[in-house]
């Protein structure tokens, strides 16, 4: 699973359009039929074609939407198909429009066995709606797009991966060409390369998320660490087992493993390539299963449990794009995993845990298993003092109700830390929207045998969760935690460059903060 396979070639091409080889060559069109200009560079034979299936309206130029015809014999083109692709409304195009794109393009190829092709798109000049100055950055995001949509989950369709592995032998979708300007090659080149090893981690934690809880349990989530480990330079795994996290006082974690037949794990990955620079310390959420635990879930609330761990997953993305990338950062990703089932040996509604921190909380509901495993690893990142603390979690159903799948929820004990990460949210295209973390809220965990409980009521659920959250993070410790619940998987398949399953989310606006603030 850790090895990740990314068979599409993104490439730069510059460059005259009739020397180009490749199945086809795609052509963008505006709603309403309006051809791109760099149409003009394709030679007179190939205009007039276009021209005329546009006033035919052979397309209306929606996103997404497209025709081929074969290349006119004579227009001295090597393509062997031209491609029109439906761009949309051009005066509301955006770089997630450009994502979509290129996950649309990834797509078309597939269906029709289209090897490699060649984009007119990138050779035209966009800026963000409103913002006449900024130019939306086209060609890494209809890579990104491209590259993301380019994912399929089908180690377990025996049947289905043969016959389109039949189908697409001799025609597998290997290589897209972005055409560019010669003078913006080389700059080109270096965000396409980033821009790989950003979606290798989105697909890495991916791997992870959509992998099934009878098979990625906290054992075998931690072997994937020590593979990781193995596989990257730089990096260093370190598995904290049942034994040690006893010692450490780690009942929260321990509390919620108690009732799987797979021990919990504390996993730790450092990477340290930043000299004296401060540390990023990422943690993230690792419930292999939530069943809810005593406090069971109903049959159709669990159905897609297997991804409360895609916090988690997100830190094993990002630790290994900070290696593949080699960048000179210091980051330290900490993963609590267990699996919350009901036994005997469960923990129980109504129990006390000690914390590692001290902290005595009062376990209402073992459905709230995340925060208790969250608060043991918060405690434990203060140990590598760093700069800035951030979390990531399938936390609350509140927060997926409240957001949906359009954002993360986002609350902070720092403002500018909180601005930060809006800001490298509208940037990935993952976006993170703030809920407040006002002191009132903190009357509502308070418990009447312990310090606090687990829950704070129906209202503001995912706030409450937050504030149970901050009791285990010192109060000068700038820390972000980010509520992936309603965006860590998604089972639509609306999105292009989407599948569904897990989303990956996390990896890239990580990267973002990252490119932002610590390179
Ligand atoms: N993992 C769930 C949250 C969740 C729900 C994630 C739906 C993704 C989709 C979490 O552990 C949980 O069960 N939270 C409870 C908390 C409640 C008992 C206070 C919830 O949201 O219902
Ligand atoms: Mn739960
Ligand atoms: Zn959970």
Redesign the pocket.
């Known amino acids: 699973m850790n090895k990740i396979e990314q068979s599409l070639a993104v490439e730069i091409a510059t460059g005259v359009v009739p020397g180009w080889k490749g199945d086809a060559l795609i052509i963008g069109v505006y709603e309403g039929g309006e051809a791109q200009a760099a149409l003009s560079l394709c030679g007179k034979v190939v205009i007039h074609e276009v021209q005329q299936r546009l006033a035919e309206k052979w397309l209306r130029g929606s996103l997404g939407e497209s025709i081929a015809f074969p290349t006119p014999a004579n227009s001295g083109l090597l393509v062997s198909r031209i491609v029109l692709l439906g761009m949309g409304k051009k005066e509301s195009l955006t770089t997630e429009s450009f994502r979509a794109l290129g996950g649309h393009i990834t797509t078309l190829c597939h269906k029709s066995g289209i090897t490699s092709c060649h984009l007119l798109i990138t050779l035209d000049t966009y800026h963000k709606p409103k913002q006449k100055r900024t130019r939306i950055p086209v060609v890494e995001a209809l890579a990104e797009g491209a590259w993301l949509a380019d994912y399929r989950f089908d180690h377990f369709k025996s049947k289905a991966v043969e016959e389109s592995k039949e189908a697409f032998k001799d025609h597998p979708f290997k290589r897209l060409f972005l055409g560019v300007q010669a003078t913006e090659a080389a700059e080109e080149k270096k965000r396409l390369l980033a821009m790989k090893w950003v979606t290798r981690g989105v697909i890495l934690a991916r791997n992870l998320g959509n992998q099934p809880a009878n098979l990625l349990n906290p054992e075998t989530l931690a072997q994937e660490a020590q593979q990781l480990a193995e596989r990257l330079p730089h990096i260093k795994t370190t598995v904290h087992n049942e034994k040690i996290l006893a010692k450490k006082g780690m009942n929260g974690i321990l509390a919620v493993g108690s009732g799987s037949h797979t021990p919990p794990r504390l996993i730790v990955m450092e990477y340290r390539q930043g000299g004296d620079r401060p540390v990023l310390a990422v943690i993230g959420k690792g ?1 292999t299963f ?1 069943s ?1 635990g005593l ?1 069971l ?1 109903s049959g159709e609330g669990m159905v ?2 297997k ?2 761990m895609c916090g988690a997953a997100a830190v094993f993305g990002l630790m290994q794009m900070v290696a593949e990338m080699a960048l000179p950062i210091n980051v330290v990703g900490i993963v609590p995993a267990a699996e919350n089932m009901p036994s005997a040996t469960a923990q129980r509604p109504g129990d006390v845990i000690k914390t590692a921190k001290g902290i005595f909380v009062e376990v209402v ?1 073992t ?4 925060r208790l495993i969250l608060a043991d690893a918060l405690h434990y990142a203060a140990s590598f003092k760093p700069a800035v603390l951030i979390d990531l979690a ?5 927060c ?1 109700v409240a957001l949906g799948g359009q954002a993360s929820g986002l609350m902070s004990n720092n403002d500018p830390l909180r601005r930060q990460l809006e800001k490298a949210g509208d940037r990935s295209g993952e976006r993170l929207w703030p809920l407040p973390l006002f002191a009132e809220y903190q009357e509502q965990i308070k418990s009447t045998v312990a310090d606090i409980k687990n ?1 704070g009521g129906r209202e503001a ?1 995912a706030i409450t ?1 937050a504030c149970f959250l901050s009791r285990f993070v010192e109060s000068n410790q700038p820390w972000a935690h980010v509520d992936i ?1 309603g965006t ?1 998987y998604d089972m639509s398949g609306s999105r292009p460059h989407v599948p569904k399953g897990a989303v990956g989310v996390g990896v890239r606006f990580l990267y973002r903060f990252i490119q932002a603030h610590w390179m």
Request: net charge negative; no cysteine.
């Open positions: 419930i939530d809810g406090s879930k897609d449990m991804f409360d509901n459905d709230a298993e995340g399938t936390l609350t159903g509140a997926a829950v659920g969760a619940a860590a």
